[in-house]
Nanobody
């Protein structure tokens, strides 16, 4: 069973930065895509950023220009660098990885809390 372990969350002031890490229990080359999602209290989970096996990235409009997703293949780790954080970025951030067929190969981490104070 694939395991994804997130780290790096915490409390930061508005305008600050955090870097989230997602360490996979196997080679990230095996996944078609990996990404970060977030869920704030009372809201639905939303996509933050994804990176596909070919390296292309995709970002939510709300984080474009502030967040960067990257991966270290040698460490089987995906990162989310978050700069210029805003209070509305406060949420539980979860790592996701999937490979085809997605309906049986869709994996999630336990989540890490990010809190941005104003």
């Amino acid at each position: 069973q694939v395991q994804l372990v997130e780290s790096g969350g915490g409390l930061v002031q508005a305008g600050g930065s955090l870097r989230l890490s997602c360490a996979a229990s196997e080679s990230i080359f095996s996944f078609d895509a990996m990404g970060w999602y977030r869920q704030a209290p009372g809201k639905q989970r939303e996509l933050v950023a994804t990176v596909v096996s070919g390296g292309n990235t995709n970002y939510a409009d709300s984080v474009k220009g502030r967040f960067t997703i990257s991966r270290d293949n040698a460490k089987n780790t995906v990162y989310l660098q978050m700069n210029s954080l805003k209070p509305e970025d406060t949420a539980v951030y979860s790592c996701n990885a999937w490979r085809r067929p997605k309906w049986i190969n869709d994996y999630w981490g336990q989540g890490t809390q990010v809190t941005v104070s104003s």
